[in-house]
């Protein structure tokens, strides 16, 4: 099952083309680079994935949703069923780790306030953070404020996660960690798309590489014709 399909879909950034005729498929628990220069596309096509920008001709299938006919009403529930991670992690400076795990919750319909606490205690177990619940974000190291944000975009049990350079800030053990971990939530059935530049990671973690280059989208596990 795939659960990201795009076909001749072009990507632009406001008026500007991208990348065109993009033909592109990624399976149920599967992990993927997605590699490229800066500026060549990656972010744009992540954040076309997520509807933070318009597909705008094409066929585009991401969980389940139609992003070509999407509707601005049925944008949460898409983002609900997908975890977006960030290079600058983009956690809320004026609460601590629990209150911004919390508002992701509530904003994104939970109510019940034990199965909001459950969900967090839970997320924060799995990626070994359990002990920083009332710590602020600005106590925290880079990796530890990463580990944060993977634990946000676990909350509502996607199935799918998009990370955009997510290892960018980090020093190279703090990436290995991380890496260690995408890949062991990636392993349990979530699939991930993962935007990098860093090639001695793609070496050190192998997996299938989707390049942005000069418009096109290059699968370079698939003959390409």
Not at 24 to 34: C, D, N, P, R, V
Not at 56 to 78: C, D, H, M, R, W
Not at 140 to 165: F, T, V, Y
Request: one cysteine or more; aromatic letters at 6%; glycine letters at 6%.
């Amino acid at each position: 099952m795939s659960i990201i399909r795009l076909q001749h879909a072009d990507i632009y950034q406001k008026d500007f083309l991208v990348l065109e005729n993009v033909n592109f498929k990624l399976a149920a628990g599967e992990f993927s680079y997605l590699i490229g220069t800066t500026g060549s596309g990656k972010s744009s096509l992540l954040k076309t994935l997520y509807a933070d920008l318009p597909l705008q001709k094409g066929e585009a299938e991401i969980v389940g949703y139609q992003l070509l006919k999407l509707k601005n009403s049925t944008i949460p529930f898409l983002r609900r069923k997908i975890g977006v991670i960030f290079q600058d992690f983009q956690l809320l400076d004026d609460r601590s780790v629990n209150d911004n795990l919390a508002f992701v919750l509530k904003a994104t319909g939970w109510k019940d306030k034990q199965h909001i606490n459950e969900r967090i205690q839970y997320v924060l177990q799995k990626v070994g953070m359990l002990d920083y619940t009332h710590k602020m974000p600005h106590e925290l190291s880079g990796g530890e404020q990463q580990k944060i944000s993977i634990a946000r975009a676990l909350l509502n049990k996607p199935e799918l996660i998009l990370a955009d350079e997510p290892t960018g800030n980090l020093d190279p053990k703090t990436t290995e960690s991380i890496m260690h971990l995408l890949r062991q939530i990636c392993q349990n059935g979530t699939a991930i798309l993962m935007a990098t530049h860093e090639h001695n990671l793609i070496d050190q973690f192998p997996a299938r590489k989707i390049e942005c280059q000069a418009g096109k989208l290059i699968d370079h596990q698939l003959t390409v014709s």
